[in-house]
Nanobody, 120 residues
Framework: QVTLVESGGGLVQAGDSLRLDCATS????????VAWFRQVPVKEREFVAA??????IYGDSVQDRFAISRDTTKNTVFLQMNNLKPEDSAVYSC???????????????WGPGTQVTVSS
């Protein structure tokens, strides 16, 4: 069983930066890829970024603005979000799965999510 808990969401202005944290169970990094997804009401969940032990991938809409990283000593994955735009507003969730992938169906464990709101 893997537990994930997101933190760091909030209300910011366009152009600001924000960092989200995903605290995971000990040992997660050795067995699972960890990804960030986001979702707004009435829309499908959107892939943001993911990493495993040697690979990082990004969604097209965040490629040059967001960065995913991890601290293995703290069992935490970070999502650094720069130059935020109103369209980045969503609930951001982290997830763990056996393979790194852009599809949410490939991730078995999910955190509850954290709200990010970007005002114009």
């Amino acid at each position: 069983q893997v537990t994930l808990v997101e933190s760091g969401g909030g209300l910011v202005q366009a152009g600001d930066s924000l960092r989200l944290d995903c605290a995971t169970s000990e040992g997660t990094f050795g067995r699972y890829a960890v990804a960030w997804f986001r979702q707004v009401p009435v829309k499908e969940r959107e892939f943001v970024a993911a990493l495993n032990w040697n690979t990082m991938i990004y969604g097209d809409s965040v490629q040059d603005r967001f960065a995913i990283s991890r601290d293995t000593t703290k069992n935490t994955v970070f999502l650094q979000m720069n130059n935020l735009k109103p369209e980045d507003s969503a609930v951001y969730s982290c997830a763990a799965g056996f393979e790194i992938d852009r599809r949410p169906t490939e991730y078995k464990y999910w955190g509850p999510g954290t709200q990010v709101t970007v005002s114009s």
